[in-house]
């Protein structure tokens, strides 16, 4: 959305802008400014006084990416509300609550406030001025309910649109991150990817490096929008380094590894639980009724348990209780599960039922070793 900045007679205007200010007014009593990008309160903190007549917000301090671009009218708060009763510290309030995610924080941001805060009393018509069709409308501080009662289908719908893309850009930058760990090890992984060429040298030494590496990885990793436009850089590092394309092709379709097989992962990615996992490139099994699903391990077992590298066991019951809940949610059509490591078969014997349609086959019984490697 373009800053519209609207004026109400010999009041003061209101600034939007995304990146930087695109438009500056000279104003003769207060200033309203409402900044949205990544730390933004950087703009601010420290640097704005108080008492030179200007009240600023923001949907996240100055160290943390903005969860708070999605607004659901033409303005902050403004779709249904009566913006000419409404002050700026009420619209805060409903702004914070919703960007915190009920104040948990979960995959939300900071709303902060700067410079002159007594100017949060005022109505918030006097900068963006008002729907006249809302004039009517009474204001509700939202607490723990939700904001609209009852939540229109147009607002569920675009919730879902926001928690997608947010779960796409997760598994990108997941993706990257992962890709990085394979191919230079954690720490000088971190410092690869996120290398600057020196002044005067172009991005990338082989473009047609780039070029390639940017479909290996959106082959095998998904899309890169404009969000994730950030990540070329360390595609581009990549490349600088001498990564062929075939390393980078290998490393793409390994999704977890290391620490990031563990119960937790496992069960997540199984169940298709779409909240993020720990580490790795989150994706997870989003099946159906009618899809066929096979796992393969080969690892140390023992009697109950199979291994994982971070040495905390799959034990039998857990496991069996995720494929049944697996099942009651119809998510596929039938399983099957094969299984190399020592004392295999005390994972299912006795506890895998005959009617939820899975299928296991094991290398040794519960009490021997396994030689089938």
């Not at 671009?69 to 409903?94: F, V």
């Not at 009618?290 to 077992?301: C, K, L, M, P």
């Not at 040794?364 to 030689?371: C, I, P, Q, T, V």
Request: charged fraction near 20%; aromatic fraction near 10%; hydrophobic fraction near 35%.
């Amino acid at each position: 959305m373009l800053p519209i900045p609207i004026k109400n007679g010999n009041e003061l205007p209101f600034i939007k802008y995304t990146d930087v200010l695109s438009n500056i007014f000279i104003y003769k009593k207060m200033m309203v400014i409402y900044p949205e990008s990544y730390e933004s309160g950087s703009i601010f903190e420290g640097l704005l006084p108080e008492d030179i007549s200007i009240y600023t917000t923001m949907t996240f301090n100055a160290v943390e990416r903005n969860l708070g671009t999605y607004y659901l009218g033409d303005s902050p708060s403004s779709d249904i509300h009566n913006l000419r009763t409404e002050t700026l510290k009420q619209q805060y309030k409903l702004v914070k609550i919703r960007t915190s995610v009920y104040n948990t924080y979960n995959q939300g941001s900071h709303v902060i406030q700067y410079g002159e805060l007594g100017i949060n009393e005022e109505n918030i018509f006097l900068y963006i001025g008002s729907n006249p069709i809302n004039d009517n409308s009474t204001f509700i501080e939202e607490h723990n309910s939700l904001l609209f009662t009852p939540r229109s289908s147009k607002k569920l719908n675009a919730q879902k649109e926001l928690l997608d893309i947010m779960t796409n850009h997760m598994h990108v930058d997941n993706s990257i991150n992962l890709i990085g760990k394979l191919l230079f090890r954690s720490e000088k992984g971190i410092r690869v990817l996120s290398a600057v060429q020196k002044i005067g040298q172009p991005l990338v030494d082989d473009w047609a490096c780039l070029k390639s590496m940017v479909q290996i990885f959106e082959m095998h990793c998904g899309s890169l929008s404009q969000h994730d436009m950030k990540h070329i850089r360390s595609i581009t590092n990549i490349c600088n380094v001498g990564i062929s394309n075939e390393i980078m092709a290998k490393v793409s379709t390994e999704d977890y590894v290391g620490d990031y097989v563990n119960i937790d992962n496992i069960y997540t990615v199984l169940l298709g639980d779409k909240k993020p996992v720990s580490g790795g490139s989150g994706k997870v099994i989003v099946s159906e009724p009618n899809d066929h699903i096979f796992i393969f391990y080969s690892d140390h077992g023992g009697p109950g348990v199979l291994g994982m590298p971070t040495y905390l066991y799959l034990y039998a019951d857990d496991f069996i209780s995720v494929l049944k809940k697996k099942h009651a949610f119809n998510s596929y059509k039938k399983m099957v599960i094969y299984v190399e490591s020592y004392e295999s078969k005390s994972i299912f014997e006795g506890l895998l039922s005959e009617d939820i349609s899975i299928y296991a086959t094991t290398t040794s019984n519960a009490m021997e070793r396994s030689w089938g490697t």
